[in-house]
Every structure is written in C-alpha cells, then in structure tokens.
T-cell receptor, first 114, second 111 residues
C-alpha cells in the first residue's frame, strides 16, 4: 500500500459546484496532515492544515478520520481560480528526529469549467 | 515572514555537464531545508534534507549531492547530469514545524 494515495482525477466540475477530494494514508502513527495546492508549473503552496476535529477556511473544509486513516477536502461554490492540483500530505513514521519530513501524495487535478 | 529564493528559474544543460542549483532563505534562522524533484506528471520526490550547517541526509541514492555551507543556503549539485535528471527542482523549508514552504523552483531540462 502506498504511503499516501489520492484519486488522480481529473475532476471537471462547473463553476459553483461542490467537489470533494479523498486521501488515504498507510501510517497509523502519522500526526500531521495538510492539503497543498499546486498550480501548473508552479511550486506547491500550503492550503490548510488538517486538525482532528475538522477545520474550515472560507469555502474549504478539511476533515480527518484517524480510525479509517482518511483525509478529505471539500470545496464549496467552486471558482475558476480553484483549478489546480491538490496534494494530500502527511508526516511519515520514519522521519528522522527533528527532520519534519513530509510525504506527499501525487495529487488530484481539479478543473473548474465556466 | 519567510522567503525562499531559488535560481536559476530555468536551465537547459547537456548530458554529462555539471549542475549547481542554489536556494537561500530569508526571515528565519536555523531552518530545516529540503530538496525535492518533481518529474513531469509525477509526485514530489524528496532528495535531500538538512537540519543544520554541514548536515545533509540523502533519501535517494543517485548522482546528485547537496551541501549547506551557511545556515540559510542550500545547494544541489551534480558532477555529470543524466537525461533522467530532468525535472522541476524545489527547495523547501520548515521553521521547526511540519508546515513546509516552497521556493519558486528551477525547471531543469537535460538534453
């Protein structure tokens, strides 16, 4: 099983739609979870951290299910500017002390269509 | 806030030529620094990380090397490039949390 798995998509949705991305991770000891956004030919940018209780930032909602080792990202009222690849990210068990390494999923591509 | 600089932005090099990519960080001290490569259509691959000056950990054996001569400077090098070294090279940092921030990247094409 891969450390972090995501549906590669692409997800093609109309403007205003709600879209959800899912991610599973293999390491039950992982403690930190994030969603990053990567625009075409650009660097990944931190979108939001994912907390155990779930968290919301405007149109974006992230949820964590530790029992199922599952993370989700919900985008409401999609905008054209939301078109990007969304990366699911967790910290691996075998990261060296103090190294703060992360494991990145390969990403889910979203295209929001006018 | 922290800023990460990378140069050059793009690079075209012939097979067998040397490589030197530089990353510098502003706005923080003693960061952890990382080099990633993203091949076309692929995920991020961690190449090296550093927790301090002169301290380099390699994640993937290959013909690349990294050095950290100063606290906020991280360099990726190769003596002889291979075609398979083509990709998008990203420098990232953490300020002792798990939240990583990336520089703008260097797009390398080996011909």
């Amino acid at each position: 099983r891969k450390e972090v798995e995501q549906d590669p998509g692409p997800f093609n949705v109309p403007e205003g739609a709600t879209v959800a991305f899912n991610c599973t991770y293999s390491n039950s000891a992982s403690q930190s979870f994030f969603w990053y956004r990567q625009d075409c030919r650009k660097e990944p940018k931190l979108l939001m951290s994912v907390y155990s209780s779930g968290n919301e930032d405007g149109r974006f909602t992230a949820q964590l299910n530790r029992a199922s080792q599952y993370i989700s990202l919900l985008i409401r009222d999609s905008k054209l500017s939301d078109s990007a690849t969304y990366l699911c990210v967790v910290n691996p068990l075998n990261s060296g002390a103090g190294s703060y390494q992360l494991t990145f999923g390969k990403g889910t591509k979203l295209s929001v269509i006018p | 806030s922290q800023t990460i600089h990378q140069w050059p932005a793009t690079l075209v090099q012939p097979v067998g030529s040397p490589l030197s990519l530089e990353c510098t960080v502003e706005g923080t001290s003693n960061p952890n620094l990382y080099w990633y490569r993203q091949a076309a259509g692929r995920g991020l691959q961690l190449l090296f990380y550093s927790v301090g000056i002169g301290q380099i950990s390699s994640e993937v054996p290959q013909n690349l090397s990294a050095s950290r001569p100063q606290d906020r400077q991280f360099i990726l090098s190769s003596k002889k490039l291979l075609l398979s070294d083509s990709g998008f090279y990203l420098c990232a940092m953490t300020a002792h949390t798990y939240e990583q921030y990336f520089g703008p990247g260097t797009r390398l094409t080996v011909t």
